[in-house]
């Protein structure tokens, strides 16, 4: 299994990390950054961070030096701290696009200043590292995975109290929560936009109004797949958490193999961008590719002029 799985993760990192990359950069080249923007360069940065100090360190570990504890607690830390962070941001998109389409007043009055969107992150990463860190500190804690080694995970560390209570900490504040935050969300703002299609159908709406709301919807569409996408990587882990929690016993071969769906995400969130996301497209193409089309198209007319010369002469 891991002479299938090792080239599998290598794949994920080289893509994940030219993917994110270009995530932020063709989000750095618009125009103007609203909230919601920020949030989606935010969100890619903590893929990257996942992918430097956590998924790196962590091959390290298995290809070079699996000896050293400390290495593996820091590939624990490093995989764990923008895993929490990127939960936290699934709830802000989630947030953001709940205010943008129900109180779109709001939106437009608070949500165009970078200062807001500071507000949503930076709590984030904050969250994100002091979740992370306190089993360092002794609340919880990172230990080898039995069937990878060279891996540390705070999954199913030990039986008592205070790692126990860790646990349920982690799968309200992490799993249960923002899930449910996150569906109510997502089911209000589906509310909205049903009522909004029947006002347009009924001629209440100008169509202005009608592509601007259809921008929306597509938005929500995106950030709903980006949800799921990601729910569906962390829900093994989840899963394990679960069940050494009420049961008492690890379930080895699914903390182990978690980590292969948790790392599908780095790849999946960038390809729902550039598949759903119009505005993000457009923006690679006209500000980050058009670049050398320019350039190809103005050597094109300077060798021509160069071969009528030397034919002349």
Same mark, same amino acid.
């Not at 891991?2 to 990359?21: D, R, S």
């Not at 437009?108 to 807001?116: A, D, L, M, R, T």
């Not at 006002?199 to 259809?214: C, F, P, Q, V, Y």
């Not at 921008?215 to 709903?224: D, G, P, S, Y």
């Given at each position: 299994?891991?002479?299938?799985? &090792?080239?599998?993760?290598?794949?994920?990192?080289?893509?994940?990390?030219?993917?994110?990359?270009?995530?932020?950069?063709?989000?750095?080249?618009? +125009?103007?950054?609203?909230?919601?923007?920020?949030?989606?360069?935010?969100?890619?940065?903590?893929?990257?961070?996942?992918?430097?100090?956590?998924?790196?360190?962590?091959?390290?570990?298995?290809?070079?030096?699996?000896?050293?504890?400390?290495?593996?607690?820091?590939?624990?830390?490093? *995989?764990?701290?923008?895993?929490?962070?990127?939960?936290?941001?699934?709830?802000?998109?989630?947030?953001?696009?709940?205010?943008?389409?129900?109180?779109?007043?709001?939106?437009?009055?608070?949500?165009?200043?970078?200062?807001? =969107?500071?507000?949503?992150? &930076?709590?984030?990463?904050?969250?994100?590292?002091?979740?992370?860190?306190?089993?360092?500190?002794?609340?919880?804690?990172?230990?080898?995975?039995?069937?990878?080694?060279?891996?540390?995970?705070?999954?199913? *560390?030990?039986?008592? =109290?205070? =790692? +126990?209570?860790?646990?349920?900490?982690?799968?309200?504040?992490?799993?249960? #929560?923002?899930?449910?935050?996150?569906? !109510?969300?997502?089911?209000?703002?589906?509310?909205?936009? +049903?009522?909004?299609?029947?006002?347009?159908?009924?001629?209440?709406?100008?169509?202005?109004?009608?592509?601007?709301?259809?921008?929306?919807?597509?938005?929500?569409? %995106?950030?709903?797949?980006?949800?799921?996408?990601?729910?569906?990587?962390? *829900?093994?882990?989840?899963?394990?958490?679960?069940?050494?929690?009420? !049961?008492?016993?690890?379930?080895?071969?699914?903390?182990?193999?978690? =980590?292969?769906? &948790?790392?599908?995400?780095?790849?999946?969130?960038?390809?729902?961008?550039?598949?759903?996301?119009?505005?993000?497209?457009?923006? %690679?193409?006209?500000?980050?590719?058009?670049?050398?089309?320019?350039?190809?198209?103005?050597?094109?007319?300077?060798?021509? #002029? +160069?071969?009528?010369?030397?034919?002349?002469?």
């Amino acid at each position: 299994m891991a002479e299938v799985t &090792a080239p599998i993760v290598g794949l994920f990192l080289i893509a994940g990390i030219f993917l994110n990359v270009l995530v932020v950069i063709g989000m750095l080249k618009k +125009q103007s950054l609203v909230v919601k923007d920020f949030l989606v360069v935010s969100f890619a940065c903590c893929s990257l961070v996942e992918i430097c100090f956590g998924f790196i360190w962590e091959a390290y570990g298995r290809y070079i030096d699996d000896s050293s504890l400390t290495l593996c607690k820091m590939a624990g830390f490093g *995989t764990t701290f923008p895993a929490f962070t990127s939960i936290i941001h699934l709830v802000a998109m989630a947030f953001e696009r709940y205010i943008s389409i129900l109180h779109p007043m709001t939106a437009h009055k608070y949500f165009v200043s970078s200062k807001v =969107a500071f507000y949503f992150i &930076a709590p984030s990463w904050l969250f994100g590292f002091v979740w992370a860190f306190l089993p360092i500190f002794g609340w919880g804690g990172y230990i080898r995975e039995k069937l990878h080694t060279y891996r540390c995970s705070v999954i199913a *560390t030990d039986n008592s =109290a205070v =790692a +126990q209570s860790y646990n349920y900490s982690l799968l309200v504040l992490y799993y249960f #929560l923002p899930s449910s935050l996150i569906i !109510f969300c997502c089911v209000c703002v589906q509310l909205e936009i +049903q009522k909004m299609t029947r006002r347009i159908s009924n001629g209440l709406s100008s169509a202005m109004k009608e592509r601007t709301k259809k921008t929306e919807r597509n938005h929500f569409i %995106l950030v709903c797949i980006v949800i799921i996408s990601y729910f569906l990587s962390w *829900t093994p882990y989840a899963i394990s958490a679960c069940w050494f929690t009420f !049961f008492n016993t690890a379930p080895d071969e699914l903390v182990s193999y978690s =980590a292969l769906f &948790a790392k599908s995400c780095m790849i999946t969130n960038p390809l729902v961008y550039a598949f759903f996301y119009k505005e993000f497209r457009e923006t %690679l193409k006209n500000k980050v590719f058009s670049r050398n089309i320019r350039v190809q198209t103005v050597e094109a007319p300077t060798s021509s #002029l +160069q071969d009528t010369k030397e034919t002349n002469h």
